[in-house]
């Protein structure tokens, strides 16, 4: 049950950090883009370049965090997969 527990924890932490990185990435692009429009005086033109490269780095780091966390996964299960096996 505590196992069952600590797995749910790590997912929810996961899932937490994931959403966190892709709303951080595309709040920094959109507030980068809107003071370059204001200091250039350029509207709308930084902010929409930057909105998209705060999107596609939000979902760059998804897919990094997915990566990893996936890798993660399969280590502990070829791992406790090794300690379980009776031979």
């Known amino acids: 049950m505590a196992e069952n527990k600590r797995e749910l924890y790590k997912s929810m932490g996961f899932l937490s950090s994931v959403g966190i990185s892709l709303v951080a ?19 709308p033109l930084f902010t929409l ?5 705060g999107v596609i780095s939000g979902f760059r780091n998804v897919f990094i965090l997915t990566t990893r ?7 502990e299960g070829d ?8 031979t």
């Open 25 to 43: 990435s595309i709040l920094i692009g959109l507030a980068m883009g809107l003071y370059l429009d204001k200091w250039l005086d350029t509207r």
């Open 49 to 53: 370049i930057m909105l998209l490269i």
């Open 69 to 75: 966390e996936l890798k993660r996964q399969e280590l």
């Open 79 to 86: 791992s406790s997969g090794d300690s379980q096996d009776g």
